[in-house]
T-cell receptor, first 114, second 110 residues
């Protein structure tokens, strides 16, 4: 069966510090991968998605970036964090099955920028 | 573009009450529709899905019917439990990207 891991689970970082969040998927090949952000009490914002190694689509211009160095690894980074980067970061994966893409989410990383 | 509109919460119900959470969508083409549930501090879990008009998705006592004529996918449950307290998200899929509604918080009191 497929599983998705995210780490760290929680993170407290000062303004201006760098960020690296990691997501890995097991049990599937060539998945689509996604990064979302959820601000406190609000909905989901798609940040990046990737259909293959080195292929990244950015949905929202900001000081975050994403990379996919391996088929099942997706990394979210920032060189300098802002207070507004605080939130709950969710990674997700999907594959096409029967013409349908279902997305499955990881447990999330709660980031607090102080 | 695609969009999903959900009723604003919170929705507060007593245990064993009937639940409806409204969801309407705007899309080009023929999207698939989903309901996801998020328990406090966790990621989203797929609750149910429907891929074409008149399909009914169901899981754990929850149901939703894909209504193309009204562009709706309302979530229902006949008798809610305290453990159903969570945030519920309606979403549509246009190929590989999901468009989410804003989420509806459900609180069930004993």
């Amino acid at each position: 069966s497929q599983t998705i891991h995210q780490w760290p689970a929680t993170l407290v970082q000062p303004v201006g510090s760098p960020l690296s969040l990691e997501c890995t998927v097991e049990g599937t090949s060539n998945p689509n991968l996604y990064w979302y952000r959820q601000a406190a009490g609000r909905g989901l914002q798609l940040l990046f998605y990737s259909v293959g190694i080195g292929q990244i689509s950015s949905e929202v211009p900001q000081n975050l970036s994403a990379s996919r160095p391996q088929d099942r690894q997706f990394i979210l980074s920032s060189k300098k964090l802002l207070l507004s980067d605080s939130g709950f970061y969710l990674c997700a994966w999907s594959v096409r099955a029967g013409g349908l893409y279902e997305q499955y989410f990881g447990p999330g990383t709660r980031l607090t920028v102080t | 573009g695609n969009s999903v509109t959900q009723m604003e919460g919170p929705v507060t119900l007593s245990e064993e009450a009937f639940l409806t959470i409204n969801c309407t969508y705007t899309a080009t083409g023929y999207p698939s529709l989903f309901w996801y549930v998020q328990y406090p501090g966790e990621g989203l879990q797929l609750l149910l899905k429907a891929t074409k008009a008149d399909d009914k998705g169901s899981n754990k006592g929850f149901e939703a019917t894909y209504r193309k004529e009204t562009t709706s996918f309302h979530l229902e449950k006949g008798s809610v439990q305290v453990s159903d307290s969570a945030v519920y998200f309606c979403a549509l899929s246009d190929r590989a990207v999901l468009t989410f509604g804003g989420g509806t918080r459900l609180m069930v009191k004993p």
